[in-house]
């Protein structure tokens, strides 16, 4: 391996670009990675809290796409430090931790994603994500180099302290799961109302202020993407590989149905 999609992911962003996800949460292969990079996707979200993810699986997806060139992030179902421990040293290399709402919860999720002296994580016998050429104590210092560390801000009290969780030491940057955070706000599916408007307004200056990048995730409507990337941000999380091959057999359909009355 070349160039880390860890590197390549904080390149891209510091560089002014978008990187592009895909929640893995249908996929039943190591083939996804290589299929998202051919796409021009960057990461995806290997999620524990609402899919039927395994940690065998997640594995093989894991590895298959670093070798692809994927960044592959993890979303625990918890902040549980041995939930976190498992998944980064079994073929992740980063992660998305639902509801932050403190910036005391963002400093021990940070601690929990890196080896000492940088944080509390434990060693495991060897890094997989790194190929096996490497000494474990120089695989553990690449990986507190590597690792990507996002919070999920999904409430509105996380928005209240997203200054605090984003200045937070270790946290690389911040991710609005805009579905959860308008449920909480009382507007479930308000994708297009000034509340989260105003709230991507709030977590972009608060990250840009302190040289994070700020990530989305939920809207279904391309305005709101437009006037988000317009706001500032750089994280992008698409859908879920369902519904792109639900999008994708949706348009085939489509078009066959429109050759010959038969096929409608």
Known sequence: MTVSPATRFRATISGGGI??????????????????????????????????????????????????????????????????????????????????????????????????????????????????????????????????VIAMIESARAVENVAAIAATEGIDGIFIGASDLLWDLGLPGGYQSRELAEAVATCTAAAGAVGKFVGLGGPPVEAVWRAAIGAGVRMVLTENDMTLLLRGARDRAAFFAGLHPAAR
């Open 19 to 148: 990187v592009l996800g895909s929640n893995v949460r249908f996929s039943r292969s190591a083939e996804i990675g290589a299929m998202l990079a051919e796409c021009g996707f960057a990461w995806m979200m290997l999620d524990f809290e609402h899919s039927p993810m395994t940690p065998h699986l997640a594995y093989d997806i894991a590895l298959g796409a670093i070798r692809s060139g994927v960044l592959p992030l993890a979303r625990p179902a918890s902040h549980d430090a041995c939930e976190i421990a498992g998944l980064l040293t079994n073929g992740a290399l980063g992660v998305l931790a639902p509801h932050v709402d403190t910036a005391e919860q963002a400093a021990a999720i940070a601690a929990a994603c890196r080896f000492a002296p940088r944080g509390k994580l434990s060693v495991p016998g060897s890094l997989p994500q790194f190929g096996y050429g490497l000494k474990l104590a120089e695989a553990c210092a690449r990986f507190n180099a590597e690792v990507v």
